[in-house]
């Protein structure tokens, strides 16, 4: 004989009600109840369950405390508190693409790359990639996962290879960098720190598009994930910081005006960000001599000679085979790609 839905509510109840006090197995069962009576899936009857228990009271032994949990097993507090790590996303502002503007080196955009070969499941490496608002300025760094503590650690040593002092840090709105610990870190160094909107990427384009003319370009979207692979990648980022930096022209945004539909933009001529920091009439005489002395001493040839030989390591250590030595995914030529520095307007 078939419930009328009263009877099935009246049941449910009841079940809730032994919900509360049973153990791991005994809910399950409970769970495969409510299914069979309601005919539902599990999600949905363990919704029904939780939903029921608010309302129970457990004896006076244990005080008039509403129960929230029912099926998952566990004990949830019946006052929601807020995560840690929302208290500094409420205290560090929103910047868009529009407001930002860079007159002096030091303005730096941060984000992360995963190498995670198409499969998000299990740890796999990252990427921190910084780049400079004025200059292009591009640093490396690769790190075992998203976890907050190496990306504030390579932060860190970036920072210390920075030939201009830093000023700020615009980020993403990811755990990764909406944290306790690089708010304390940028509010102790009184550092500005920034984020973009969310889900909107191209407040922070710089570095977005560095994610692919410099990282994707030079490591492809395979899985690296060992720690192996880990020191090749920091290894092939020591070599591709000098090409980068000092051998690859970017452009910057000059004017943009619009007629009608029609954006047209006019560039400045073509400047590595090497040219562009020495363009900088702020620059330390110290650095600047620093520069030019470790300028005097590359070799681009050598430079992407050596870059090719640790990708081809890398890949041969996550493909699992030696990779073809015309391979095309990777440094493209040593040319510039189109538009790679438009991003700075």
């Known amino acids: 004989m078939a419930l009328t839905m009263r009877e099935k509510q009246?049941?449910?109840?009841?079940?809730?009600?032994?919900?509360?006090?049973?153990?791991?197995?005994?809910?399950?069962?409970?769970?495969?109840q409510v299914v069979s009576l309601a005919g539902c899936n599990r999600s949905y009857a363990t919704w029904l369950l939780r939903t029921c228990a608010r309302r129970v009271t457990l004896p006076q032994a244990r005080g008039p405390t509403l129960v929230c949990e029912a099926a998952d097993g566990g004990r949830r507090p019946v006052c929601a508190r807020p995560r840690p790590d929302s208290l500094p996303l409420r205290q560090i502002p929103i910047v868009t693409h529009v407001e930002r503007r860079a007159d002096r080196p030091g303005h730096i955009q941060v984000d992360l790359v995963g190498h995670d070969g198409g499969s998000a499941a299990g740890e796999h490496c990252q990427t921190l990639d910084v780049t400079d608002l004025y200059c292009g300025w591009t640093e490396t760094a690769a790190v075992r996962n998203k976890a907050h503590c190496w990306t504030l650690a390579a932060l860190r040593a970036?920072?210390?290879?920075?030939?201009?002092p830093l000023l700020g840090i615009h980020s993403g709105n990811g755990p990764e960098f909406i944290?306790?610990?690089?708010?304390?870190?940028?509010?102790?160094?009184?550092l500005e720190f920034a984020r973009s909107r969310p889900y909107?990427?191209?407040?922070?384009?710089?570095?977005?598009?560095?994610?692919?003319?410099?990282?994707r370009r030079a490591v492809?979207?395979?899985r690296y994930e060992t720690g192996q692979q880990l020191g090749l990648l920091n290894r092939l980022y020591a070599e591709l910081r000098p090409y980068t930096n000092f051998f690859q022209p970017v452009v910057k945004l000059l004017v943009k005006t619009r007629v009608g539909s029609r954006v047209h933009k006019r560039y400045e001529p073509a400047r590595t960000p090497y040219q562009?920091?020495?363009?900088?009439?702020?620059l330390e005489p110290e650095a600047r001599g620093r520069l030019a002395e470790?300028?005097?001493?590359?070799?681009?040839?050598?430079?992407?000679?050596?870059?090719?030989?640790l990708q081809r390591q890398l890949l041969k250590?996550?493909?699992?085979?030696?990779?073809?030595?015309?391979?095309?995914?990777?440094?493209?030529?040593?040319?510039v790609h189109a538009g790679q520095g438009r991003c700075f307007e």
Do not use: M
Request: hydrophobic share 35%; charged share 30%; aromatic share 6%.
């Open 10 to 32: 009246a049941v449910t109840r009841e079940l809730a009600r032994r919900c509360v006090r049973a153990g791991r197995r005994a809910k399950a069962a409970i769970v495969d």
């Open 158 to 164: 970036i920072r210390g290879r920075l030939p201009f």
């Open 276 to 282: 562009l920091l020495l363009g900088w009439e702020g």
């Open 220 to 222: 492809g979207y395979l």
């Open 317 to 335: 250590e996550a493909a699992g085979q030696a990779a073809p030595a015309g391979h095309t995914c990777i440094l493209a030529g040593g040319s």
């Open 200 to 215: 909107q990427k191209n407040d922070n384009r710089c570095v977005e598009q560095k994610n692919y003319s410099v990282v």
């Open 179 to 190: 944290n306790n610990a690089l708010y304390e870190y940028c509010r102790a160094d009184g």
């Open 294 to 309: 470790e300028y005097r001493g590359l070799n681009p040839a050598e430079l992407k000679r050596r870059c090719e030989r």
